[in-house]
């Protein structure tokens, strides 16, 4: 069974930064497109930014030059760099793989980033 954990979020002000970490376990991480989420209150899921295996990147128009996205096979990791925080970014951020690259794992608690002066 895949599992996700996520971190680093918190409370920040607008221009702010923060630093998310997901740790993905039970499953080939090295070979895995994966992808940061995020979740604005009321709304769903929606897609951040992604990284495949090889390290290619891509990223939605509104967090292009702020965000950064990165991964760590070795600690089976990837990480999401957020610079110039705005308060459109609050939500809830999850990892999981790449869309079309196979059926969700399943979600994990996902870690909170709020925008807010």
């Known amino acids: 069974q895949v599992q996700t954990v996520e971190s680093g979020g918190g409370l920040v002000q607008p221009g702010g930064s923060l630093r998310l970490s997901c740790v993905v376990s039970?499953?080939?991480?090295?070979?895995?497109?994966m992808a940061w989420y995020r979740q604005p209150p009321g709304k769903q899921h929606e897609l951040v930014a992604e990284?495949?295996?090889?390290?290619?990147?891509n990223y939605v128009d509104s967090v292009k030059g702020r965000f950064t996205i990165s991964r760590d096979n070795a600690q089976m990791a990837v990480h999401l760099q957020m610079n110039s925080l705005k308060p459109e970014d609050t939500a809830v951020y999850y990892c999981?793989?790449?869309?079309?690259?196979?059926?969700?794992?399943?979600w994990g608690q996902g870690t909170q980033v709020t925008v807010s002066s």
């Open positions: 999981n793989r790449q869309p079309a690259t196979g059926k969700f794992f399943p």
């Open positions: 039970g499953t080939t991480f090295s070979s895995l497109p």
């Open positions: 990284i495949s295996n090889d390290g290619n990147t």
